[in-house]
């Protein structure tokens, strides 16, 4: 016997995952858990068993229901299905799998289209912070198609905009939560920044890498590997996340100058794996600490900052990630009040995803 649950498949810019209406899972979030365990096909490094991708980015979830705040139209439960155990952790947003919840929401009805394009509210749980996603709604439907083209995802797509309303210390509970735009961590300068996703920077030289290597490259570095992890072990704890031996944040991003006419490089550990991009919410990240005097990413920059709208290109392994911040300086404080970019989505499958029956009843 196996059960069917309701489900979407969605591709969205360097991600892949299942998007589920919270009323089509259990209430009990361990049962909750073992049923997207059982979904994905975890634990297996392949996931053999079920419809992951084998990679974090291809392993990712999404939990939408009507929103239980005035000030948005739908909640959304960011969940990352770890493939080789069994363990499913909410301990962060996931920027990609955001640009997904507003067409599922039209699709399932929970929002109604307003014209040619439908903005939608998004209450992001994890954070408790809110994002607004603007989708193209011809004639009251969700267009996928477009011409929109984001470096390292294939072919076009129609855009999906997305803005970040105050998300500086989502999970950490400030901008810069040690207090500092620069600390030292085992002999090594780093700066701890949380605008919507915790990043620890890195420059690549002082770990001895350009910061141009390709992931596999820096995958196959054990030595390197290992100081990333210690000191991300480290900064977790002066990140208020405690000990993170089990989460997958804060991320880890090797900087290095520009090479591509960007402002900076980056090379992202999330956190054992090289991203063969960078994550949305990371590279709001990344590009916020740019702006910030006295921090890692601004030293290999040299940016100024200044009032006003600035747009930021961030570049990683397989092109770049446009940025676009709202900064406001007072005296030697720099405020960041809104962050927006442009993601792509586009639904893979529609139907229902089985599970043996005695993981749905928690035998």
């Not at 406001?328 to 599970?355: D, K, Y």
Request: net charge negative; charged share 20%; glycine share 10%.
């Amino acid at each position: 016997m196996q059960t069917a649950i309701p489900a979407c498949l969605m591709h969205v810019v360097s991600s892949k995952g299942l998007i589920f209406l919270a009323d089509d899972l259990p209430n009990d979030t361990q049962r909750r858990d073992q049923v997207l365990l059982a979904a994905m096909g975890s634990p297996d490094l392949r996931q053999i068993d079920g419809v992951g991708g084998a990679h974090p980015l291809t392993s990712k979830v999404g939990v939408v229901s009507k929103s239980t705040r005035s000030d948005a139209d739908i909640d959304y439960l960011s969940l990352q299905v770890v493939a080789d155990k069994a363990e499913v952790s909410d301990s962060q947003n996931c920027g990609n799998i955001l640009a997904a919840v507003g067409p599922f929401a039209i699709e399932k009805g929970l929002v109604k289209p307003q014209g040619d394009l439908t903005e939608i509210r998004i209450h992001m749980v994890n954070t408790a912070n809110l994002a607004i996603a603007q989708v193209q709604t011809p004639q009251g439907k969700v267009n996928y198609e477009g011409t929109a083209r984001i470096d390292g995802v294939p072919g076009t797509a129609a855009p999906v905009l997305l803005d970040f309303l105050d998300t500086a210390g989502s999970s950490c509970g400030a901008l810069l939560p040690t207090g500092r735009a620069c600390d030292q961590i085992d002999g090594v300068h780093v700066t701890c920044i949380d605008n919507g996703m915790p990043v620890v920077l890195i420059a690549a030289q002082d770990l001895g890498k350009t910061g141009y290597e390709t992931p596999e490259e820096l995958e196959a570095d054990s030595q390197l590997k290992s100081r990333v992890e210690s000191i991300r072990l480290q900064a977790g704890s002066l990140m208020n996340l405690g000990d993170v031996s089990k989460q997958t944040v804060p991320k880890m991003s090797l900087v290095a100058p520009a090479q591509q006419g960007g402002v900076i490089a980056t090379r992202t550990f999330i956190p054992h794996r090289v991203h063969e991009a960078i994550g949305v919410l990371g590279a709001v990240s990344v590009a916020s600490a740019c702006v910030l005097p006295g921090s890692v990413a601004q030293a290999v920059t040299g940016l100024l900052p200044e009032s006003g709208r600035v747009t930021l290109e961030v570049e990683h392994p397989t092109g770049f990630f446009t940025v676009g911040l709202e900064v406001e300086v007072q005296g030697s404080e720099v405020l960041l009040h809104r962050a927006g970019l442009l993601r792509t989505a586009r639904m893979l499958m529609r139907g229902e995803v089985m599970i043996p029956s005695s993981v749905w009843s928690g035998q």
